[in-house]
């Protein structure tokens, strides 16, 4: 089954702090990886994906097939970087989302 | 606004009645998905589209619920004899068939069955 972890609720750091959501998964195949985000008001976005491989807004994470990890990143938190952050799964062939239940990342000033 | 867009935003209706939820799909995507959100929950996949053909139903989809893209462009979602339990945000997103993988999310239409 197809399933997506995401252990804390909610995540709080102050500004420049460095920041690490986890996400953990289970999949029995090649999943592909993303991190959606939601700001205040705002509709569920992508941040990244680990395809792409690339760094969006200072975030990064690796996909960890051996932990089967996906942990998202950044080295010193903004605090316009306060949202609610899903890790989700899909399987190679533009198929349906899994989401995890998200983390709350709050930055205090 | 060029992105997904849904209507009603916010529907509020008694048990029993139904409701008709729309989503406008970005032009020429071709698949389309609708999740439910319900609070301190992730996106839960409900279905979806490629073209006007749905492709797959979640167990989540019970008898109530029915979704149909009759031209491959916009989609309704309709629950018949609303339930107290299916007040949730109602997600709709569409993806491009070629290219990048990535499902662009509309704002959703929030339900609450009084």
């Known amino acids: 089954a197809q399933r997506v972890t995401q252990p804390e609720k909610l995540l709080s750091v102050f500004k420049g702090a460095p920041v690490e959501l986890k996400c953990n998964y289970s999949y029995s195949g090649s999943p592909e990886l993303f991190w959606y985000v939601q700001y205040s008001r705002q509709r569920l976005q992508l941040l990244l994906r680990?395809?792409s491989r690339e760094s969006i807004k200072g975030f990064t994470a690796d996909l960890n097939k051996g932990e089967t990890s996906f942990h998202l990143k950044k080295p010193f938190a903004q605090e316009e970087d306060s949202a609610m952050y899903y890790c989700?799964?899909?399987?190679?062939?533009?198929?349906?989302?899994?989401f995890g239940t998200g983390t709350r990342l709050l930055v205090s000033p | 606004d060029t992105g997904v867009s849904q209507n009603p935003r916010h529907k509020i209706t008694k048990r029993g009645q139904n409701v008709t939820f729309r989503c406008d799909p970005i032009s020429e995507h071709n698949r389309l998905y609708w999740y439910r959100q319900t609070l301190g929950q992730g996106p839960e996949f409900l279905t979806y589209f490629q073209n006007e053909a749905q492709l797959e139903k979640s167990r989540l989809l019970s008898d109530r619920f029915s979704a149909e893209r009759p031209k491959g462009s916009f989609s309704t979602l309709e629950i018949q004899r609303t339930e107290q339990g299916d007040s949730a945000m109602y997600l709709c997103?569409?993806?491009?068939?070629?290219?990048?993988?990535?499902?662009?999310f509309g704002a959703g239409t929030r339900l609450s069955v009084l």
């Open positions: 680990h395809i």
């Open positions: 997103a569409s993806s491009p068939r070629t290219g990048e993988n990535i499902q662009y």
């Open positions: 989700a799964l899909t399987s190679l062939g533009f198929q349906k989302l899994v």
